[in-house]
């Protein structure tokens, strides 16, 4: 089942055609209280189309029931939760207007050499109106603005905390060897954002541009990326050269310390790696901190701020008052 987090900034939220199980509720209800506001069943079973019809799918019929259940008050959490922000959002008078949401589409079209059309196209593909996903984008900055204002001003990242990383991730210890690789890929197929080859060729050349025009990589990775890997910002770790795959080995051999691969078609997927650092015995070959001190500094900003962020969303619970029915 596919991780539902109120981070996460993504397309694939819901779809139109709501899963057999969830068309069986007939009668809408009060599923849940948050303070003032009410969240309904229609709105879980709105939120969730895809996450049930993915179930059903890959689910034993003898556990499903259980299975959807458990789904359900999973995304019932995610609403809970966004709902809590929402409300914070207008405690503090932060708005979002209709112009800022299409002045940032426009920016995003723009960044990814796409029209409108090819917009909605996607969003078709999906199962997702122009209405549906405009909201969505809303929240997402209302979001974005409330953290800036209750959580990235305590992030503080020491130059301590800078030297420890590079240390840890871009040197290795006397006597190793091997390649120290990010990765970013782009699947194809029914269960992915690209349904195509040619999709997924598209989305790896989006990305590619977005490097070159100097984006973090591992900031690329953690939001485009359809690899387990964006989990860790694209780190897959340290290979040694008879561990590399065939289709990575020579783009990896061809790389300089702290150069990023072009294309690489797989049988499945597209890719793009970068070698972050080469250890040859008790030799290292890596590239000087002040190249990548601003790369450490952006993770470790994401991963401080991803924390705490998590703690004052759990305090904000701790002091609302939550009624679920579900």
């Known amino acids: ?8 900034i993504t397309l694939f939220f819901f779809s139109i055609t709501l899963a057999p199980i969830a068309r069986a509720e007939v009668a809408d209800r009060i599923v849940a209280i948050v303070n003032d506001d009410i969240i309904t069943l229609s709105e879980v079973n709105e939120e969730g189309a895809p996450y049930f019809q993915e179930l059903i799918k890959r689910a034993p019929s003898e556990q499903l029931p259980a299975e959807m259940q458990k789904l359900r008050q999973e995304i019932l959490s995610h609403l809970i939760d966004q709902r809590l922000i929402e409300q914070q959002a207008a405690k503090f008078e932060i708005k979002v207007s209709d112009e800022e949401i299409n002045q940032t ?3 995003m079209l723009a960044e990814n050499h796409a029209t409108k ?3 909605k196209r996607d969003l078709a593909s999906k199962g997702l109106s122009e209405a549906q996903y405009k909201k969505q984008l809303k929240n997402q ?3 974005s603005r409330l953290i800036g204002r209750e959580v990235r001003s305590k992030v503080v990242i020491t130059d301590e905390k800078i030297n420890e990383y590079y240390k840890e991730h871009y040197t290795a ?5 091997g390649y120290h690789l990010l990765q970013i890929g782009f699947l194809w197929g029914d269960k992915y954002k690209q349904k195509s080859a040619a ?4 989305a790896a050349e989006n990305a590619r541009k977005q490097l070159a025009a100097g984006e973090n990589f591992a900031a690329v990775a953690s939001a485009l990326s359809d690899l387990p890997s964006k989990e860790d910002g694209g780190d897959i770790g340290v290979f040694e050269k008879q561990e590399l795959a065939a289709h990575m080995k020579d783009a990896v051999l061809s790389l300089k310390p702290g150069e990023t691969s072009d294309i690489i078609e797989t049988p ?3 890719q793009i790696i970068k070698l972050v650092s080469i250890q040859d015995g008790s030799e290292l070959s890596g590239p000087p901190m002040i190249e990548v001190k601003k790369e450490i ?3 470790l900003y994401q991963e401080e701020g991803e924390k705490l962020f998590k703690k004052w969303l759990s305090d904000l619970r701790g002091q609302a008052f939550i009624k679920q029915n579900l």
């Open 1 to 8: 089942m596919r991780k539902i987090t109120i981070t996460a």
């Open 105 to 107: 589409i426009d920016s």
């Open 117 to 119: 059309e090819d917009m």
């Open 141 to 143: 900055i209302l979001q």
């Open 173 to 177: 210890k006397a006597g190793a060897s």
């Open 199 to 202: 999709e997924a060729r598209q």
């Open 268 to 270: 499945d997927s597209y």
């Open 297 to 299: 500094e952006t993770k």
